[in-house]
């Protein structure tokens, strides 16, 4: 038995045979004929020096050293992949996948893509909404906008907006809830998804530092901040808003953010990508958009008295 590995053709189409455990299926995959990949398994197979599949009337099975070979076999072509995709990546200026929170793209990110896309119509824009930590070298992702605290180890990141949260209303509402002791006997909306960050904003911390005692209880849950942001534009209640997801909100007088008080959070956004991917042209462009259109929303920051949250105890 040689110790060499077999040609490569031989192990994608045992590959392919294992995974659809059918060699019509396979060579139909790999555009080959069942002929041409029964002959690959087999030469895989003199290679060896024992069967991988054993040939039953109308199907195949995987005899010992096939289900032994199969798993590493399907993650090597896999890796394999992924890193084609990636080096072809480095030459691709054409397209940019980026990826964020659905909260964060669908109520900052695609109301001001249109805008970026004029200014660069030979980029093609693509978006993955998801809250999973996105791994560069495997995801097929070229620039990723977190929110949390970090830190983002061996990657270039940069802070683009700073977070804070004061209480936010619609303006029929804000006409009966003039003073912040009216919150006392307003419904108050929560958001669940803040939770993971370590010192915690939520009415508890605004109505400590407004000095109104705790807050009344209950009132509406949302796992999202945004659908929690379009019920109190509805008028269903108050909410303790994130001003990165109701600027245009704000902008717009959907809703109205009446009290001086804000509660500045630890946690932050950053745009992030593999160190030197920064640099180049289309990505650049876009962190530079990204970064010029969080430096517009500062000027919302003035009339308002900050408290920073890990300076809060109670």
Request: charged share 20%; no cysteine; glycine share 4%.
């Given at each position: 038995?040689?110790?060499?590995?077999?040609?490569?053709?031989?192990?994608?189409?045992?590959?392919?045979?294992?995974?659809?455990?059918?060699?019509?299926?396979?060579?139909?995959?790999?555009?080959?004929?069942?002929?041409?990949?029964?002959?690959?398994?087999?030469?895989?197979?003199?290679?060896?020096?024992?069967?991988?599949?054993?040939?039953?009337?109308?199907?195949?099975?995987?005899?010992?050293?096939?289900?032994?070979?199969?798993?590493?076999?399907?993650?090597?072509?896999?890796?394999?992949?992924?890193?084609?995709?990636?080096?072809?990546?480095?030459?691709?200026?054409?397209?940019?996948?980026?990826?964020?929170?659905?909260?964060?793209?669908?109520?900052?990110?695609?109301?001001?893509?249109?805008?970026?896309?004029?200014?660069?119509?030979?980029?093609?824009?693509?978006?993955?909404?998801?809250l999973r930590l996105i791994d560069f070298d495997r995801d097929e992702v070229d620039v990723a906008i977190r929110f949390g605290e970090g830190p983002d180890i061996g990657l270039y990141s940069q802070d683009i907006i700073h977070e804070w949260m004061t209480p936010m209303m619609s303006p029929e509402m804000a006409k009966v809830i003039r003073t912040p002791e009216d919150l006392r006997n307003a419904t108050l909306l929560h958001q669940d998804d803040f939770k993971f960050i370590k010192q915690s904003s939520n009415w508890n911390t605004w109505f400590h530092e407004q000095g109104l005692g705790p807050p009344p209880e209950g009132g509406p849950r949302f796992s999202q901040s945004d659908h929690a942001n379009d019920a109190a534009i509805a008028g269903t209640g108050v909410v303790l808003g994130r001003y990165s997801l109701t600027e245009r909100a704000l902008r717009d007088n959907q809703l109205v953010a009446p009290f001086p008080l804000a509660i500045a959070v630890t946690a932050r956004y950053r745009i992030v990508c593999p160190e030197g991917v920064e640099n180049r042209p289309h990505i650049k462009a876009f962190i530079d958009w990204v970064l010029k259109e969080a430096a517009a929303m500062h000027k919302c920051r003035e009339p308002r008295r900050f408290v920073d949250q890990k300076d809060i105890r109670f």
């Open positions: 038995m040689s110790t060499r590995l077999p040609p490569l053709t031989a192990l994608r189409a045992f590959e392919a045979a294992a995974r659809h455990m059918s060699f019509a299926a396979a060579a139909n995959e790999l555009n080959v004929t069942p002929a041409a990949l029964s002959f690959q398994i087999k030469s895989l197979e003199d290679h060896l020096g024992q069967p991988v599949f054993r040939r039953l009337n109308r199907a195949v099975e995987l005899t010992k050293a096939g289900r032994l070979l199969a798993p590493a076999t399907s993650e090597g072509f896999a890796t394999l992949n992924a890193a084609w995709q990636n080096v072809q990546r480095l030459t691709d200026s054409q397209t940019l996948t980026i990826t964020a929170g659905p909260a964060f793209t669908a109520k900052w990110l695609a109301p001001r893509m249109f805008d970026f896309a004029q200014a660069h119509p030979d980029i093609e824009l693509r978006f993955s909404a998801t």
